[in-house]
């Protein structure tokens, strides 16, 4: 059946509808791995939209695993072998998740002696959430009252006086707190109890907050 002109623009226009429609993350790149096309699926995967893809470099944004995977592949195209090739890629999605999954790809052309262009398919496998960071480990009573009068505007003597310590006491437990939190001063430090919540917010005056000291 002869395929008129019309014919093949319906036709490729329906391949364009399916493209965009189809839920797995597509592209159609060079055989240097520069994106031609891509659905919408696979430019969420990149955080932007299918235009913002093309020219771009898909190990780039889908970054391998092991290098000696794509050495392989480029031997191989080289050689215009045919095959389907696979590449582990780890990349940073737009929630700011670090996913890893499988690239496959497969040379298609219209003759085994065009250079081929490559169709480009991502699996999803999993995601790893960056780990909280450790917040300052929680200070103890007499810590909390020390950071309580110093962000008052207390001296070291004075609390001293109001702790029933020595002044060298008092100073034992702010070189305590400086080590632990890497404070260089003492206003950092009442910064660092205030950002950490071991002192409450809004409060005067200076109190540590419960649950933040034991």
Not at 77 to 91: D, M, N
Not at 193 to 198: H, L
Request: glycine share 10%; aromatic share 6%.
């Amino acid at each position: 059946m002869d395929v008129g002109p019309g014919d093949a623009v319906v036709w490729r226009n329906r391949a364009m509808t399916l493209f965009d429609r189809v839920s797995v993350p597509v592209a159609v790149c060079d055989v240097y791995g520069l994106v031609v096309l891509a659905n919408p699926a696979m430019a969420a995967e990149a955080g932007t939209t299918p235009g913002r893809l093309r020219g771009r470099e898909v190990l780039e944004l889908f970054r391998p695993q092991e290098t000696t995977q794509v050495d392989r592949i480029a031997e191989a195209l080289r050689l215009r072998r045919r095959s389907r090739y696979q590449v582990s890629v780890r990349w940073r999605a737009p929630g700011g998740a670090e996913r890893f999954g499988e690239l496959t790809a497969d040379p298609v052309s219209d003759s085994v002696e065009a250079t081929p262009a490559l169709l480009v398919m991502l699996r999803v496998l999993g995601e790893q959430t960056e780990p909280p960071e450790p917040g300052p480990e929680p200070v103890t009573p007499v810590e909390g009252q020390v950071l309580a009068l110093l962000a008052g505007g207390a001296t070291t003597a004075r609390a001293a006086r109001e702790m029933g310590l020595t002044v060298d006491g008092v100073n034992y437990h702010l070189r305590r707190l400086s080590a632990r939190w890497s404070a260089a001063n003492r206003t950092e430090l009442v910064a660092r109890a205030y950002a950490s919540g071991v002192l409450a917010a809004g409060v005067w005056p200076p109190r540590t907050r419960a649950g933040r000291t034991g």
